[in-house]
């Protein structure tokens, strides 16, 4: 085999400074949403288990409609690199303002919906929860619904920095949004005493800061990729249908996956309280061992779209695996960095012996796991869709799910008796299953020629 570097015989669309100058950022992005996340969590425990467990579950849905909106962002971004890549920059802006237009029009009717649907959200979907866990969850719910549109349109503005190879911009904004939000938490929960409001209020005025920073920096005409500042939406059909074709499947493909996480939370609240805060602290400490590998797999969209877009499938190639022998390195210097810390992770939000001990066991599982599958399944399906091929990954993921992370979530969790550890076996057989789809997809090649554009 020939070494990496001599892979490729076109010049190459990224050379080392350009990838640093995309990643970097984008991992420290992801590395403040994390970090604010459990901030949030740690602050929030000092008003008790029940509400990090309202919290957590109300996150939930929460994180379901983010996932949504990053989908749809995506289609955008990956649209607008491709049309980058074939050297049509009016195009691209084109896509660009379509999408920014589109996912804040259909973000507003989705907020009306929760608002309307909340008592069936808290009452059936949450399943059967106690009287104090539910009063944390519908505080924290009736503020945090109100920030929908703005996280969207803040998705929209960060993906469209992405497809220009400009993550700093998106990364100077997370900085003022996290900002904003742990230092409003502090002054609400510590300084004025309001619990799980103190919390939720800050979340939503920091997403409105953010959405506001941001479509204003992308009405900068000297950009390669613009928006056009206007109150009025004309819509081009034939843009938002190619945004949809990419962004519509990958998004029934993160909605999917979150609702199965929303399902099996049905399961985990079963088991208790105690199971509830665990699940919640190992989401959140979990989510730093895969933090670079999301960074990265944001990174592949920009990069390999613009491959696609230019037809050159020799840097598919090259930049695929290059990329994902970063996520691989980066993933398990993380790991290495949290375990370590792990127990005065865990001090920190003063668990009771049997969530810490439990959380303590899934987080050691997760990191083993996390080194060894979680590239291959998720950051190599971002190829994948670059490319245009969009449907394998929403019918295999989707698939993959309903039968490993749910029908075994039961399997393990309530029959074998293994509690909420037997939900996270379920998702990392999952990722076993993903894993080995993708593969065989990207190595048979079929996924070539599918470009939207």
């Not at 996932?67 to 980058?84: C, E, H």
């Not at 989401?283 to 877009?309: K, R, Y």
């Not at 309530?414 to 789809?437: E, H, K, P, Y």
């Amino acid at each position: 085999m020939k070494p990496l570097s001599e892979t490729v015989s076109q010049p190459r669309l990224f050379d080392n400074k350009a990838l640093a100058a995309l990643i970097i950022p984008l991992i420290v992005e992801q590395l403040l949403a994390v970090l604010v996340g459990m901030a949030d969590s740690i602050m929030i425990a000092t008003v008790g288990e029940s509400a990090v467990s309202g919290v957590s579950l109300v996150d939930s849905v929460m994180l379901l409609l983010i996932n949504i909106f990053a989908a749809l962002a995506t289609g955008g971004a990956v649209v607008a690199g491709q049309y980058l890549g074939q050297g049509s920059p009016k195009k691209a802006c084109l896509a660009a303002d379509q999408l920014v237009w589109f996912i804040t029009l259909s973000a507003t009717v989705i907020m009306a919906v929760m608002y309307l649907c909340r008592p069936f959200v808290l009452h059936t979907v949450f399943g059967k929860i106690e009287p104090d866990v539910m009063e944390h969850a519908n505080t924290y719910y009736l503020i945090v619904t109100a920030s929908i549109p703005f996280i969207a349109m803040y998705n929209a503005g960060a993906a469209i920095f992405r497809s220009m190879g400009n993550s700093k911009v998106s990364m100077n904004v997370s900085i003022i949004m996290n900002l904003v939000n742990v230092s409003g938490n502090a002054l609400l929960i510590y300084g004025l005493h309001r619990g799980t409001e103190g919390v939720a209020i800050p979340t939503l005025v920091s997403r409105m800061v953010a959405a506001v920073l941001i479509i204003i920096l992308l009405c900068n005409s000297s950009l390669t990729l613009h928006i056009t500042p206007k109150l009025r939406y004309k819509f081009h059909k034939n843009t938002v249908s190619k945004i949809l074709q990419i962004g519509v499947p990958n998004g029934l493909e993160n909605s999917m996956f979150q609702l199965g996480k929303i399902i099996v939370l049905s399961l985990v609240s079963s088991f208790g309280t105690y199971a509830i805060a665990a699940n919640a602290v190992s989401n959140v400490v979990a989510s730093f061992h895969v933090l670079p590998g999301m960074a990265v797999s944001l990174a592949i969209t920009t990069v390999i779209s613009q491959c696609i877009g230019a037809g050159d499938y020799e840097q598919v190639a090259y930049y695929t695996k290059k990329l994902l022998i970063i996520a691989y390195l980066c993933i398990f210097a993380a790991v290495i960095i949290i375990d370590i810390s792990l127990p005065l992770i865990l001090d920190a939000y003063h668990l009771s012996d049997i969530t810490a001990e439990e959380t303590f066991q899934i987080l050691l599982f997760h990191s083993v796991c996390a080194c060894l599958i979680w590239p291959v399944s998720f950051s190599l399906p971002a190829t994948l869709r670059a490319a245009g091929d969009v449907r394998f990954s929403m019918l295999a993921s989707i698939i993959s799910m309903w039968i490993c992370r749910i029908i075994f979530s039961y399997i393990f969790g309530q029959t074998m008796g293994l509690g909420v550890f037997g939900v996270w076996m379920a998702m990392v057989l999952d990722w076993c299953i993903r894993s080995i789809c993708f593969f065989i997809r990207y190595r048979g090649g079929r996924w070539k020629g599918r470009a939207v554009v």
